[in-house]
């Protein structure tokens, strides 16, 4: 019996062990699997740290190492060649390893987004010099050529007749949209030597004046108390919407999502209304606020503040903070001229014309709370100015009295404006101006029972030192004088100058502006310099990594020799002169000065196609009179691939620090892909000098020296900064 027992005990457990033992050794097999994975996430995980940290340009060193309880993950970065990255992530979990490899490559991408950056010393051009590209200046912008245009005189360019009756109109795009009594004349001045008018759309409830947002255009109807929206989606015929319900709806302006009226009549016969536009075919006026006086006129809006000028009693200027769009609040009213009838804001100035005294009345409006009256021009001198319209340094005006008139100030000095033109107007009375692009100025003259022309004028301008593109002087002194923009103008102060689109500024004079202005503007941020020290030293540190020359010294290239250069350290003056030519196979780190004249060439090799190669002048012990390029006769330098240059860097520190030693100093008919690049010092180009771009502490252009910017600059062989960053060459698991 025992036997049989233990028999079969034996039996069971010899059983049980085989069904046991492969289930025990595939929880093994799927434990050590899982574990695998692990590691293989681990590892990917500490090489896509390491990859995003060189990316991005963050503290990254040699070897780093990711820990995850008892896992870890260990990541070297190493450089194979100069210009790539190879990074190696181990992951290792519970003794089972896997291995991610990555393999980068400096990667194509804007390093420098203007064709001239300067620092705090600024540009200056002189003579015939000029820019095509954009600038970003630290400091002032300064042309020294003579402007002209006709901006007190512009030209009369053609007429078209809109219906009778007209009172307001509005610009969107390549139309006019003029609102009459009882239709919208729609105007295409695509060609503003021929305007036509597109289409007519009749309403009637006499209307008054017209606003344009978000695709639609808002109408007044004073008999029939109601505001009118209409589609722009086909801008040559305007289609009704809807209307809301506004008793004796008269001006109108709309910003975003609303629409402001002023009423003089029904039961608030004096109020600002503000309507939610948001959904035109559902408006609702969400707030009504009576005005001071009883009888609201003009209306004006200018960044975060509303301005309404009223008659009735005592004539004010009242001034509503706009915070809550829906809900405009009253901060200040001010006593102004007797009947006021028309108003327009620039900058710190509102300008507003009285009937009472016949002239324009200026108010210094910086202080919202607290404005100020800061006097008028003559009596008689403007006798109903009904339009007002300012374009930089100019105001136009649509005047309506016995004498019709289309009036010209300067505005340069807001407290002592100056008559510079009266034009008489023959076939209507002047009621309306607005302007827009290319220096067009539309004024709109009104026959009550006959057609009201619309007549187009046009300013125009020329001279001064020309940048094709925009040019930027930042920061709260940026000025910009003697400057003519085929883009726009940005600075805190503009002066002499003439743009062919907009300007941003907060004080102007003398400035002709074809676009639009926008006074009070914010001042541009500060830019930092795209290359920085930290990154010039890494790059030394690779030239001086691939060798040092010590003799001879200078060292020379000359005569019609060639060599080949990089990486390298040369522990002395470089030289180059007469036909020698230069091949960059890596950075040069000269320490001391560079000199290349006569007519050598410079140029990258097919070894590092796509590449743009740097020669640095750089002697740490003497950055004032020592560490500078210069660069003569007729110089050439070529590129290997696209997106390949010729980098010049001085770290000559003269200008920074109030001396007159030039980092850089380049003239004659220097041609080719070439940058040119100095942090703290001054560059100098002079003749026909040309280069693709330059940045430099201040940088002066004379002569016909040109900056000739290539869009995708540049694809650099530096290993940081301002590469554009890394891109994978390849990735997988390694061993």
Not at 157 to 185: D, K
Not at 470 to 491: E, F, M, Q
Request: charged fraction near 10%; aromatic fraction near 8%.
């Amino acid at each position: 019996m025992l036997t049989s027992v233990v028999f079969f005990l034996f039996v069971s457990l010899t059983i049980i062990a085989g069904l046991v033992g492969p289930t025990v050794r595939e929880f093994q097999n799927s434990n050590s699997g899982l574990n695998s994975k692990k590691s293989y996430f681990l590892a990917e995980s500490g090489s896509e740290d390491a990859f995003y940290r060189v990316k991005n340009n963050l503290a990254v060193s040699s070897s780093e190492t990711i820990t995850l309880g008892s896992n870890s993950a260990t990541t070297t970065i190493t450089s194979p060649t100069s210009g790539t990255k190879q990074i190696s992530s181990l992951g290792d979990v519970s003794g089972l390893q896997r291995k991610i490899n990555m393999a980068l490559s400096a990667g194509a991408g804007t390093s420098f987004n203007y064709g001239v950056q300067v620092g705090d010393g600024g540009l200056v051009l002189e003579n015939s010099s000029s820019v095509i590209g954009n600038v970003y200046s630290n400091g002032p912008v300064v042309g020294t050529a003579s402007m002209s245009s006709n901006a007190n005189n512009p030209t009369f360019v053609s007429s078209v007749n809109v219906g009778p009756t007209a009172y307001r109109l509005v610009q969107g795009g390549s139309y006019l949209y003029v609102v009459n009594e009882n239709t919208i004349q729609t105007v295409n001045i695509s060609n503003p030597a021929s305007p036509s008018v597109s289409s007519t759309v009749t309403n009637g409830g006499q209307q008054k004046d017209i606003a344009l947002t978000n695709g639609h255009i808002f109408v007044t109807a004073t008999n029939d108390n109601v505001v009118r929206a209409f589609s722009l989606s086909n801008p040559t015929t305007p289609s009704y919407v809807a209307n809301v319900s506004v008793a004796g709806a008269n001006q109108i302006k709309a910003l975003g999502s609303y629409a402001y009226v002023l009423t003089t009549a029904g039961p608030n016969p004096h109020s600002l209304k503000t309507i939610n536009v948001s959904n035109p075919s559902m408006m609702t006026v969400v707030s009504s606020v009576n005005t001071v006086s009883s009888f609201p006129v003009g209306i004006a809006i200018q960044g975060a503040y509303l301005y309404v000028i009223s008659q009735g009693g005592t004539s004010k200027l009242e001034i509503y903070s706009l915070a809550n769009p829906a809900s405009p609040t009253l901060v200040s009213a001010t006593n102004i001229g007797v009947n006021p009838i028309a108003i327009t804001i620039t900058g710190s100035y509102a300008y507003i014309d009285v009937y009472g005294c016949g002239c324009i009345q200026v108010v210094n409006i910086s202080n919202p709370v607290a404005p100020t009256i800061m006097g008028n021009t003559p009596v008689n001198s403007v006798n109903n100015g009904y339009g007002l319209y300012v374009a930089g340094s100019y105001m136009y005006v649509a005047v309506n009295y016995s004498s019709n008139q289309f009036q010209i100030w300067d505005i340069s000095n807001p407290t002592a404006m100056v008559s510079v033109n009266t034009i008489n107007i023959s076939g209507g009375a002047p009621v309306a101006v607005v302007g827009g692009q290319s220096g067009y100025i539309y004024l709109l003259t009104q026959n009550n029972n006959a057609n009201s022309p619309l007549r187009i004028y046009r300013v125009t301008g020329s001279g001064g030192n020309t940048i094709t593109g925009d040019v930027v002087s930042a920061g709260g002194s940026g000025s910009i004088t003697k400057i003519h923009a085929t883009n726009s103008l940005y600075a805190k102060t503009i002066s002499n100058s003439l743009t062919d689109k907009d300007a941003y500024y907060k004080n102007i004079s003398n400035t002709t502006v074809l676009g639009l202005s926008y006074p009070d503007s914010v001042d541009q941020p500060l830019a930092t310099m795209p290359v920085t020290d930290s990154d010039i030293a890494e790059w030394e540190a690779e030239a001086l990594a691939g060798g040092v020359i010590n003799s001879p010294c200078p060292y020379t290239i000359s005569g019609s020799s060639s060599v080949t250069l990089g990486p390298v350290k040369i522990n002395c003056d470089l030289e180059m002169s007469n036909t020698a030519s230069l091949t960059l196979t890596g950075n040069v780190w000269v320490k001391g000065n560079v000199t290349l004249s006569n007519s050598g060439t410079i140029q990258i090799g097919s070894g590092i196609s796509g590449k743009t190669v740097g020669i640095i002048a750089d002697n740490p012990t003497n950055r004032t009179s020592s560490s500078k390029i210069n660069i003569s006769n007729s110089s050439s330098y070529l590129g290997s691939g696209t997106n390949s240059y010729v980098m010049l860097i001085s770290q000559n520190n003269s200008a920074e620090i109030g001396g007159s030693e030039k980092a850089i100093e380049a003239s004659n008919s220097m041609t080719g892909k070439i940058l040119l690049y100095a942090p703290h010092g001054e560059i100098l180009l002079q003749n026909s000098a040309s280069v693709k771009e330059v940045t430099g502490w201040k940088i002066r252009l004379k002569n016909s020296a040109q900056v000739i910017y290539e869009t995708g600059l540049a694809n650099l062989l530096f290993t940081s900064g301002p590469s554009g960053g890394y891109t994978f060459d390849g990735w997988g698991e390694g061993q």
